[in-house]
């Protein structure tokens, strides 16, 4: 089991706003570690996505967008586009296991 | 440009041993911690290794602890992963990518494209 919590699918028309929410726990979030999220494209390397669960490094689209509630995350990602197809992983860090983890990630299918 | 390039991946027999490399390039490597990250066929991302910026700390999975070696030479902005004792489990894509941080939090900035670790005989 992952310690971070992700659902294993999401799916949208193109044009629809989807969310892909992230759960941690006392010992990651509620710790006060952040949450950042990478996006992996069919036979890609992962890319970094959204850092500090709301930062969007230079080049990333302003379709996507993080937030933080609680002991989760989430990643809105609005105007959905088939580019926009491909794994998306929370990641951050564990107190208990003293190292970066990551959710089990998501897949995207844009209908 | 930041580049991170990935090589010395392979076929190896169970309990064999690999070295990878990563040739780091476009930015101030020895300002930098870096990670291996490795992905087994279908499944999710899962953090192997990591080094401090100068080599002076490092970080270990519990299932690679004791097997695998992370080093850098910062001389020749590269990052190495020497593997032993492989199992089967260790089979995947491996990925090195560079930490940024802030305060007590980091995230993997830019990653390499991968190179592939096969454990079969």
């Known amino acids: 089991q992952f310690v971070l919590t992700q659902p294993p699918s999401v799916s949208g028309a193109p044009g629809q706003r989807v969310t892909i929410s992230c759960t941690g726990s006392?010992?990651?979030?509620?710790?006060?570690?952040?949450i950042h999220w990478y996006q992996q494209l069919p036979g890609a390397a992962p890319k970094l996505l959204i850092y500090g669960y709301t930062n969007r490094p230079s080049g990333v689209p302003d379709r996507f967008s993080g937030s933080k509630s609680g002991t989760s995350a989430s990643l809105a990602i609005t105007g959905l586009q088939a580019e926009d197809e491909a794994d998306y992983y929370c990641q951050s860090y564990d107190i208990s296991l003293r190292g970066g983890v990551f959710g089990g990630g998501t897949k995207l299918t844009v209908l | 440009e930041v580049q991170l390039v990935e090589s010395g991946g392979g076929l190896v027999q169970p309990g064999g041993s690999l070295r990878l490399t990563c040739a780091a390039s476009?930015?101030?490597?020895?300002?930098?911690?870096m990670h291996w990250v490795r992905q087994a066929p279908g499944k999710g991302l899962e953090y192997v290794s990591a080094i401090t910026s100068n080599g002076g700390r490092t970080y270990y999975v519990d299932s690679v602890r004791g097997r695998f070696t992370i080093s850098r030479d910062n001389s020749k902005n590269t990052l190495y992963l020497q593997m032993g004792s492989l199992r089967a489990e260790d089979m995947a894509v491996y990925y090195c990518?560079?930490?940024?941080?802030?305060?007590?939090?980091?995230?993997?900035?830019?990653w390499g494209q991968g190179t592939l670790v096969t454990v079969s005989s």
């Open positions: 990518a560079r930490e940024s941080s802030y305060g007590s939090n980091w995230y993997s900035d830019y």
């Open positions: 006392s010992s990651n979030i509620g710790a006060g570690y952040d």
């Open positions: 476009g930015f101030t490597f020895n300002n930098h911690a």
